[in-house]
């Protein structure tokens, strides 16, 4: 039998390799419930498919149509998979794909995709972070109405933010509404020392 003195690294080996345990435990559960999906744990067959890695080579190489056939293979390999975490939200990967498409100016595709991905319950933190980029995607290209529209819709996912942005957007909307007023009155095409909508550019 182990002395007193023996056992005493003992305890302190025993304990440290419960805090570590308890570590990784712990930062799995949270980055699972911030990306809505799991990772891959060592000693299990994992979620990193085939179709995941090429999906995400594809992407980088640009070759964004396969790069999403290749998304919803993975999401419907990982929904077929019976010893599938619970935890593990597959549908976190629509996200993707609506950030490929709307990378492509495809934005009604790409907020369909947000919205399924809404509906498959994935963390709302992250689609309220998809509906304010579709806001600004859509506001930077002078579709004000359509950015507080979209704002207005998916409110509840962050009532705060969503309202701030909604009003700057808003004042922006009328500020622009006003200057064109104004210059359209006015030959020469100056309206407090600034240029007109139209005259911008040139």
């Keep these: 039998m182990p002395s007193t003195r023996e056992r005493i690294p003992l305890v302190k080996i025993a304990r440290l390799t419960a805090s570590l345990l308890v570590v990784f435990v712990t930062s799995t559960v949270i980055i699972t419930a911030l990306f809505g999906c799991s990772v891959l744990i060592p ?18 190489q640009g070759k964004y149509g396969e790069a999403i056939s290749a998304y919803r293979q993975h999401i419907q390999e990982r929904c077929e998979d019976e010893e599938r975490a619970e935890w593990e939200n597959p549908s976190f990967y629509l996200l993707i794909i609506g950030d490929i498409l709307l ?55 962050d009532p705060v933010l969503f309202d701030l942005m909604r009003d700057r957007i808003a004042r922006e909307l009328v500020a622009g509404e006003e200057a064109s007023l104004r210059c359209s009155n006015d030959s020469t095409s100056i309206v407090i020392g600034e240029k007109c909508p139209r005259d911008i550019g040139q």
């Design 43 to 60: 000693g299990t067959s994992g979620t990193y498919s085939k179709h995941l890695k090429s999906a995400e080579s594809l992407e980088r």
């Design 103 to 157: 990378k492509q100016g495809k934005v009604t595709e790409a907020l369909h995709e947000y919205e399924q991905a809404q509906l498959e319950e994935v963390a709302v933190a992250l689609i309220s972070d998809r509906f304010r980029l579709i806001a600004n995607w859509l506001a930077d290209r002078e579709r004000k109405e359509e950015a507080i529209s979209i704002l207005s819709i998916h409110r509840e996912t």
